[in-house]
């Protein structure tokens, strides 16, 4: 099919299905603004044969991969909706012991194509797998970049608070409990007494009653599909990153949809989902996972 007919296809018909090929084919076959985050985690740089020739992540150098990527997510902006954005978790390479810094050339050459950077967050694994290196720290973390097409884009901190450390409903610092969701108040004991800053931006940090903004570091275990024998990641890691930048009945994309997690996780929260993968047996899978859960 050619891209005009292709792209004239109805917004309908790209929704909520499983579509196999390359993704940055599908993706020029798609039509402008009609997803309204990407959350992704693309085969990183010579980790593992997906069994397709149209894979991505067996290129000869990290040069050819991160222009390949480059490509890819610029022709995914135009698909993106301009309020919309992008996650992509992504993990790094040791060649002969040297770490290559992989997710931060992919970061900077998607910048360079316009995506705005706005945060890189930190994947901490706890039940990582042990290593037996001596010369170094184990690695037990993974980067989750989070960019956003426009200037201004839809982000939802309120849907993604964590409780609060500092002060709590249990807080033993003097005042603290008093003041636990009430905007305006501050201890008016304690070492904190008077204290205006308490009126601004600190009041938010410490009493906002649906807890404090989200950190960069999200600690989340690993977790594991039976059906596939490639890693899948967490269906909370995701779930966090829909909340924040996917209204309600929006649309969630995932240009290397594997086992499907993306999509299950969107369908679970009431968004709808298009998926892309070179493998049309992963796209099975994908297709049979959701089947079974979503029913
Ligand atoms: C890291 S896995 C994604 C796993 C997924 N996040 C999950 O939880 O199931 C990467 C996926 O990208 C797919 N892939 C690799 N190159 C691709 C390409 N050029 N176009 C589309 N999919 C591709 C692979 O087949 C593999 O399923």
Redesign the pocket.
């Given at each position: 099919m050619s891209r005009s007919e292709k792209t004239a296809l109805p917004v309908t018909d790209w929704i909520n299905q499983f579509h196999c090929?390359?993704?940055?084919?599908?993706a020029r076959s798609m039509p402008d603004d009609i997803v309204d985050t990407i959350v992704?985690?693309?085969?990183?740089f010579q980790?593992?044969d997906?069994?397709?020739d149209?894979?991505?992540?067996q290129e000869k150098s990290i040069d050819l991969y991160v222009r390949?990527m480059a490509d890819?997510f610029v022709e995914l902006k135009r698909v993106v909706k301009p309020t919309g954005s992008l996650w992509m978790?992504i993990g790094d390479k040791y060649i002969k012991g040297e770490l290559q810094g992989v997710p931060w050339r992919v970061c900077l050459a998607l910048k360079d194509t316009g995506w705005r950077l706005r945060s890189d967050c930190i994947w901490h694994k706890p039940n990582a797998m042990p290593s037996s290196v001596k010369t170094r720290p184990t690695t037990d973390h993974e980067y989750i970049f989070f960019f956003s097409n426009e200037k201004d884009y839809f982000y939802d901190a309120d849907a993604i608070r964590e409780p609060h450390v500092t002060f709590s409903e249990n807080s033993k610092m003097k005042g603290g409990r008093n003041h636990f969701g009430k905007r305006g108040g501050t201890p008016e004991a304690g070492k904190n007494s008077g204290d205006n800053n308490l009126h601004d931006g600190r009041w938010d940090q410490a009493f906002h009653p649906k807890g404090r903004n989200k950190r960069t570091v999200w600690s989340i275990t690993l977790s594991k599909?039976r059906d596939?024998h490639?890693?899948?990641?967490p269906q909370k890691l995701?779930e966090t990153c829909i909340n924040a930048s996917c209204p309600p009945g929006g649309v969630v994309l995932?240009?290397?949809?594997?086992?499907?997690?993306?999509a299950l996780t969107a369908k679970e929260m009431g968004r709808d989902f298009i998926a892309?993968?070179?493998?049309s047996e992963?796209c099975q899978m994908?297709k049979d996972r959701l089947a079974k859960r979503c029913r």
């Amino acid at each position: 099919m050619s891209r005009s007919e292709k792209t004239a296809l109805p917004v309908t018909d790209w929704i909520n299905q499983f579509h196999c090929g390359d993704a940055i084919e599908v993706a020029r076959s798609m039509p402008d603004d009609i997803v309204d985050t990407i959350v992704t985690s693309p085969p990183y740089f010579q980790q593992r044969d997906y069994g397709s020739d149209l894979q991505i992540g067996q290129e000869k150098s990290i040069d050819l991969y991160v222009r390949r990527m480059a490509d890819l997510f610029v022709e995914l902006k135009r698909v993106v909706k301009p309020t919309g954005s992008l996650w992509m978790v992504i993990g790094d390479k040791y060649i002969k012991g040297e770490l290559q810094g992989v997710p931060w050339r992919v970061c900077l050459a998607l910048k360079d194509t316009g995506w705005r950077l706005r945060s890189d967050c930190i994947w901490h694994k706890p039940n990582a797998m042990p290593s037996s290196v001596k010369t170094r720290p184990t690695t037990d973390h993974e980067y989750i970049f989070f960019f956003s097409n426009e200037k201004d884009y839809f982000y939802d901190a309120d849907a993604i608070r964590e409780p609060h450390v500092t002060f709590s409903e249990n807080s033993k610092m003097k005042g603290g409990r008093n003041h636990f969701g009430k905007r305006g108040g501050t201890p008016e004991a304690g070492k904190n007494s008077g204290d205006n800053n308490l009126h601004d931006g600190r009041w938010d940090q410490a009493f906002h009653p649906k807890g404090r903004n989200k950190r960069t570091v999200w600690s989340i275990t690993l977790s594991k599909f039976r059906d596939a024998h490639f890693a899948v990641y967490p269906q909370k890691l995701v779930e966090t990153c829909i909340n924040a930048s996917c209204p309600p009945g929006g649309v969630v994309l995932d240009p290397f949809s594997g086992a499907g997690t993306t999509a299950l996780t969107a369908k679970e929260m009431g968004r709808d989902f298009i998926a892309i993968d070179c493998n049309s047996e992963f796209c099975q899978m994908a297709k049979d996972r959701l089947a079974k859960r979503c029913r």
